[in-house]
C-alpha cells in the first residue's frame, strides 16, 4: 500500500508560514496585503473557488478586494477595472477567476495584468520566465504539485515523468517544473498513441485529464508515483479524481488522494504567490 501524500496537512502547515510571514509584511509596510479577485457572472463552481480563496486569505491576513461583475459585462468595463487595480497601490495580486463568459477575451483582459501583479502565473512574461527556467510567478496548481514532491523528499532528477493533459493553467507549466527539476519528460494528450504504455514507463505520473478514475492500475508502473491533479463527480456524484485511487493505492509507491491531495494546495500556492509579489515591493 502507497503512502499516502497528505495535501491538506502539508497545505495548513505552509499556511501557517505565510501567516507569520504576512504579519511581518503587514507590521514593517504598515498596510495589508491586498488581492483583488474578480469573478464575472454565476458559474457555481467558480463561485466556490472565489469564496474558499477569499476565505484562505482572511485566515494568513491577507486583505481580499473581491469584484463581481455581471455575465453580460462588455470587455471595455472588465478591461477598465483590471487597469485602475494594476494602478493601485493597495493591491498586490489580480486574480480574474476563469473561465470568463464566452463573449469575453480572456487573453484580452489576462495582458492588462501587470507581471509583478499575476499572481496565477499564467501571463505571458511569467509562463516564459517559467520555460527558462528563470524566477518568476508559477502557475498554483502545479507549483503546489511541486512542493508536495519536496516535502516527501521524492526525488525528480533523472525520473521519467508523465504528464497526462496539456492544459496551460495545469498540464504545461506542470511539464516545465519537472523538466526545470531534471525529469525526463512526456506530455500525453487525447491524441496521443498508446497512453498505456507512455504511461507505465513512468517513474512520476502526473494525471490532469479531467476524466473519472481515467487512470486504471494496468497504466502504472510498480512503485510509480501518482499525483492526481483532477477534480470530478463519479456517477453517484462523489468528487473523484482522474485515477484509479482504490486500485492503484496498492500498485504504486505514494499517491495523492482525491479530496485531501493537490486541491488543498492550489489556494495555499495561490497565497503565496501573492506574499512573494508583496514582499518583493516592499523596500
Ligand atoms: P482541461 O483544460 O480540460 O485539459 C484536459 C487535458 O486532458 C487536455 O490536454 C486533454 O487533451 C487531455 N485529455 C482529455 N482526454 C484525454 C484522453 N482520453 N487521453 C489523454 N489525454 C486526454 O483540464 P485542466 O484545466 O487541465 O484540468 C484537469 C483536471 O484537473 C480537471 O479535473 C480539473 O477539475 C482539475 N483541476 C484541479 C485543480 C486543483 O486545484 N486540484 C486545479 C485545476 C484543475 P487535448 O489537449 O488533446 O484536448
Redesign the pocket.
Known amino acids: 500500500m502507497a503512502i499516502i501524500i497528505d495535501g491538506k496537512a502539508l497545505a495548513a502547515e505552509i499556511r501557517a508560514e505565510i501567516k507569520t510571514r504576512v504579519a511581518g509584511y503587514t507590521n514593517r509596510a504598515g498596510k495589508k496585503i491586498g488581492l483583488a479577485v474578480v469573478l464575472v457572472g454565476e458559474n457555481s463552481a467558480s463561485q466556490v473557488y472565489v469564496r474558499n480563496k477569499i476565505k484562505a486569505c482572511e485566515e494568513v491576513g491577507v486583505k481580499s478586494y473581491a469584484f463581481y461583475l455581471p455575465s453580460d459585462v462588455p470587455q471595455s468595463e472588465l478591461n477598465g477595472l483590471i487597469a485602475e487595480l494594476a494602478n493601485d497601490d493597495k493591491i498586490n495580486g489580480i486574480l480574474v477567476q476563469l473561465p470568463l463568459p464566452e463573449h469575453l477575451d480572456s487573453e484580452q483582459a489576462l495582458k492588462l495584468i501587470p507581471t509583478d501583479k499575476d499572481v496565477d502565473g499564467f501571463s505571458p512574461e511569467n509562463v516564459g520566465k517559467l520555460c527558462m527556467g528563470k524566477n518568476c510567478s508559477v502557475a498554483c ?1 502545479p507549483y503546489g504539485v511541486m512542493k508536495m514532491l519536496e516535502k516527501y523528499g521524492i526525488e525528480t532528477k533523472g525520473k521519467k515523468a508523465v504528464v ?4 496551460d ?3 504545461k507549466p506542470m511539464a516545465m517544473l519537472l523538466l526545470n527539476a531534471d525529469a525526463t519528460v512526456t506530455i ?5 498513441k498508446n ?1 498505456g504504455s507512455e504511461c507505465v514507463a513512468a517513474d512520476i505520473i502526473v494525471a ?4 473519472p478514475k481515467f487512470i486504471t492500475a494496468d497504466m502504472i508502473k510498480e512503485g510509480a508515483v501518482v499525483i492526481d ?4 463527480r463519479d456517477e453517484s456524484g462523489k468528487l473523484c479524481g ?1 485515477v484509479d485511487f482504490e486500485t492503484v493505492k496498492d500498485k504504486c509507491s505514494y499517491i495523492t488522494p482525491v479530496p485531501g491531495g ?2 488543498p494546495m ?1 489556494i495555499t500556492m495561490l497565497l503565496y504567490n501573492t506574499l512573494i509579489a508583496a514582499e518583493r515591493n516592499l523596500h
Open positions: 496548481t497526462v493533459g496539456r492544459s493553467i495545469v498540464g500525453c494528450h487525447s491524441k496521443t497512453l490532469a485529464v479531467g476524466k491533479v483532477g477534480m470530478n482522474d493537490v486541491g492550489t
